[in-house]
């Protein structure tokens, strides 16, 4: 019973951070993918903002938001908003020379460009990043939860290394996995029903 209401704070925790981050990155790969200007502001912004260490950050954020779900689910986002910002990116460059040739060539507008075009091609890059992020998701909230927190796996873990319940703890971290390979097969099925084309 301790396992289930803890596994369901830190799951929620990492469904929410990893949601929000979707929300922040996908447009901002849009906006990044179609604006020179865009990529040379805000692109070196954002590398500097991924090399700080997140661990570094916890307290910080835990100082700012106080104790309870915002601090985990705002590192949960860092953690995962660059690898998905990234992979979208990569995905949106990825189109095809000749085929955005051939779509300037019979008049279409960029937006029809980027529905037929751009944004199949990016959608296998799409989900390439989220399911890097998705494990990602649950170090975050299990580091947010180490920092400060009062439930959720992560500290279900430092409380039982505290009182020497090293079963619990192993128990904790085994639900862990699963959360992380659970979330991780979830994205590839939603993959695979999305990009019909690629089975």
């Known amino acids: 019973g301790e396992l289930a209401k803890n596994a ?16 922040l990155s996908v447009p901002l790969a849009v906006v990044i993918s179609f604006s020179a200007l865009a990529r040379r502001v ?20 835990t100082l700012w938001f106080g ?3 915002w601090p985990k689910i705002v590192i949960v986002v860092l953690v995962c908003f660059f690898p998905i910002l990234v992979n979208v990116i ?5 189109a095809p020379r000749a085929m955005l040739d051939l779509m300037r060539g019979m008049h279409a507008s960029p937006w029809v460009t980027f529905r037929r075009l751009r944004l199949p091609v990016a959608l296998p890059h799409l989900f390439t990043g989220c399911k890097v992020a998705i494990t990602f998701a649950v170090i975050g909230a299990v580091i947010g939860e ?11 873990i430092l409380m039982a290394s505290a009182q020497s319940q090293t079963p ?25 029903r999305i990009i019909d084309w690629r089975l």
């Not at 704070?9 to 981050?21: D, I, K």
């Not at 070196?44 to 910080?60: F, M, N, R």
């Not at 990569?90 to 990825?94: D, H």
């Open 8 to 23: 369901l704070v830190t799951l929620r925790e990492t469904v929410s951070g990893f949601l929000l981050a979707l929300a």
């Open 42 to 61: 805000l692109y070196p912004i954002l590398l500097g903002l991924q090399s700080v260490p997140k661990v570094a950050l916890a307290p910080l954020v």
């Open 67 to 69: 104790i309870g779900e």
């Open 90 to 94: 990569a995905g949106f460059e990825a």
């Open 146 to 156: 180490f920092v400060a927190a009062q439930d959720g796996l992560g500290y279900l």
């Open 168 to 192: 619990l703890a192993f128990a904790a971290i085994l639900v862990l996995t699963f959360m992380s390979i659970g979330l991780f097969q979830a994205i590839e099925v939603l993959e695979r």
